[in-house]
């Protein structure tokens, strides 16, 4: 079954620093992959996508995805984090008529 | 902005009533999923439909139904009310059926049953 796993429930890191989120998907054909973020209370707004071409690709707010299909991996970076990209991240992958999401990510940020 | 816009925001309703939930999609969007997202969860599928047409269903039970108009905003009903339908219940449109296509979402109806 087509699944998506964040093994990273909660993430804390500095202003300033570097961030990485990980993904890891299951899925047999070629994937089409999302990352969305959702600030409380809020529904989500589309980070980036990848359907194919450069593996590596560029979203909004400088964040950038790397697509790894030896590694079934779509793992997220920004080189340095501000305080508003405090939120939670989900990774998604195109299945049939619909996405199947990952459980989230909630990353905090300490000023 | 994403031009998705749900209604109401913010609903509570009593076990074993009945609730509608809407959702006016992004302007030449032929095409409105559901989601149901639990408290710290991601969210999950409950069901598509395009061009007034149920185009594909999650694993939830029928007493989740929806309806699409004319003009692509649609409808979310919940019968019954279960102590576990509480979720923010969030509609999103796109461009045209299937998952392979960019959604956009709404804000989403926090739905809270006592």
């Known amino acids: 079954a087509q699944s998506v796993t964040q093994p990273d429930i909660h993430i804390t890191v500095s202003e300033g620093a570097s961030l990485e989120l990980r993904c890891n998907y299951s899925?047999?054909?070629?994937?089409?992959l999302f990352w969305y973020v959702q600030s409380p209370g809020q529904g989500l707004q589309l980070l980036l996508k990848?359907?194919?071409?450069?593996?590596l690709v560029q979203g909004i707010k400088g964040f950038e995805a790397e697509f790894k299909r030896s590694q079934s991996s779509f793992n997220l970076r920004k080189p340095s984090v501000h305080w508003s990209d405090a939120a939670e991240y989900f990774c998604?992958?195109?299945?049939?008529?619909?996405?199947?999401f990952g459980p989230g990510t909630r990353l905090s940020v300490l000023p | 902005e994403t031009g998705v816009t749900q209604s109401p925001t913010h609903l509570i309703k009593t076990r074993g009533q009945q609730v509608t939930l809407r959702c006016s999609s992004q302007?030449?969007?032929?095409?409105v999923s559901w989601y149901q997202q639990a408290l710290g969860q991601g969210p999950q599928f409950i069901f598509q439909?395009?061009?007034?047409?149920?185009?594909g269903r999650g694993n939830f039970p029928p007493r989740f139904s929806g309806l699409q108009f004319p003009n692509y905003s649609s409808e979310l009903n919940v019968n019954a009310l279960e102590l576990d339908d509480s979720a923010l219940y969030l509609c999103?449109?796109?461009?045209?059926?299937?998952?392979?296509?960019?959604?956009?979402f709404g804000q989403g109806t926090r739905l809270t049953v006592v």
């Open positions: 990848y359907f194919s071409g450069d593996t």
């Open positions: 899925y047999g054909a070629t994937p089409y």
């Open positions: 998604a992958v195109a299945y049939g008529q619909n996405f199947v």
């Open positions: 439909y395009y061009r007034e047409e149920e185009n």
């Open positions: 302007s030449g969007h032929n095409t």
């Open positions: 999103a449109s796109s461009l045209s059926a299937g998952g392979r296509t960019e959604a956009f």
